[in-house]
């Protein structure tokens, strides 16, 4: 198990800087952008798709660092209901899985998408509640949607010998571990999650649970290493479905945190620890979105907590229990 970081607080940053940087905190592998909400800053992804030549050059890069790459990331909607906006991201997901190929990284994190309510609709729908009955039919509607598409890209991802990593996340098909196992039942084995507690504890559910959960079915492909802290005298007025803006953080019901800062030292050890339970033995990849803190620091603080947390070497024999 390694600490890796998602890159795009770096953006400031060429890849060499981010690199450099990274390196010397210790962080052993990188998740770079290449399309949609994170960018592609440190990895544009037609500048390296299909160029053995550059591609050797981000191999160097990467070996001088002692650094790897965890996955690439393009997180987007390819179930919007605008087929442009769904074909852009389509486009990324099927880039980045090549490009994944090519550079022999095993994953690509992204969300599951989320269709509108209905084939007229213009907007995507996201349902919470069964009723009234027109939504239970909605939400019938968008599983047809979304298992028809994850079931095609499921089958080339294996052609390429990629997973697909999707992030559990509020406003897409998939938000939570029993709609993210069913979507792997219903596609395939590539299909699974990146898994990021963050979005995981304002809904309520317990970390561990949900990594033994989804770990029992082999469907933990990535992790994100990302905090919540849910602001109970907020909660208490409004509940968690809080529409309240990131920035205007005293308002808010919870705020995407720091590791650490969410919850304490001994929580993270159970998760490090859970997830070794479940075989999952990858990076722990750091995504900032602290906003009470900077980029760099809250990442340097994330490290130091997490440097404590992860096991560097595989388990000996139970000689205790000979």
């Known amino acids: ?18 690199l450099s940087y990274l390196s010397d905190l210790g962080v052993g592998a990188i998740e ?12 544009p992804r037609t500048t390296y798709l299909d160029d053995s030549s ?4 981000i191999k160097n890069l990467l070996e001088e660092h002692d650094m790897r790459i965890s996955a690439l990331a393009t997180h987007n909607n390819p179930l919007h209901p605008d087929d442009e906006r769904a074909e852009t991201a389509d486009t990324e997901l099927r880039e980045a899985i090549q490009l994944a190929s090519q550079l022999e990284v095993g994953v690509v994190t992204c969300f599951s998408g989320l269709p509108a309510g209905g084939p007229h609709d213009e ?27 994850w ?7 294996d052609d390429h010998d990629v997973d697909i990593a ?8 998939v938000y939570e571990p029993h709609g993210m196992a069913r979507l792997r039942e219903e596609t395939g084995d590539r299909i699974g999650a990146n898994f990021d507690p963050s979005h995981l504890y304002w809904q309520g559910i317990t970390i561990t649970d949900a990594i033994r959960y989804l770990g029992e079915r082999g469907a933990i492909h990535h992790f994100h290493a990302k905090d919540t802290k849910i602001y109970e005298s907020q909660a208490r007025e409004k509940g968690v479905l809080d529409t309240t803006a990131y920035d205007d953080e005293p308002n808010r019901s919870w705020l995407f945190r720091s590791v650490g800062y ?15 339970m479940v075989d999952y033995d990858g990076a722990l990849s750091i995504e900032h979105e602290d906003s009470l803190t900077s980029s760099r620091e809250g990442l340097e603080k994330a490290i130091d907590l997490l440097e404590r947390a992860v096991f560097e070497t595989e388990p000996g024999a139970a000689y205790w229990a000979e």
């Open 151 to 157: 079931a095609d890209l499921e089958s080339y991802a």
């Open 123 to 149: 907007v995507p729908n996201w349902i919470t509640a069964p009723w009234p009955p027109e939504h239970a039919d909605a939400l019938e509607y968008q599983w047809e949607q979304a298992v028809d598409y």
């Open 54 to 57: 550059a591609q050797q050059e």
């Open 262 to 276: 969410g919850h304490g030292e001994s929580h993270w050890k159970d998760i490090v620890s859970t997830l070794r």
């Open 166 to 173: 999707i992030e559990m996340h509020p406003n897409m098909l």
């Open 1 to 18: 198990m390694e600490i890796g970081v998602h890159t795009p607080p770096l953006a400031d940053e060429s890849l060499q800087g981010a």
């Open 32 to 43: 770079p952008g290449v399309g949609g909400h994170p960018g592609q800053d440190h990895l």
